[in-house]
């Protein structure tokens, strides 16, 4: 079967810069479970998106 040639590394910098995003802010989102509204497509999603706040983690220094 084929596949794209750059589909490992697209999805490997994927999980660098996700992973640099997490290790940096803390992730909250304002909007209750409650107040979601789902739409099922090829995946299920939310119909107005995901609103999300970061929010800087403090730097700790190695002692």
Not at 3 to 29: D, E, P, Q
Request: net charge positive; hydrophobic share 40%.
């Amino acid at each position: 079967p084929r596949s794209c040639v750059g589909r490992k590394y697209a999805m490997l910098k994927l999980k660098v810069i996700l992973s640099t995003i997490l290790r940096n802010f803390t992730v909250h989102s304002p909007t209750k479970l409650e107040d979601w509204k789902l739409q099922a497509d090829i995946i299920l999603k939310r119909t107005d998106g995901f609103k999300i706040q970061l929010k800087p983690r403090k730097k700790q220094t190695v002692a």
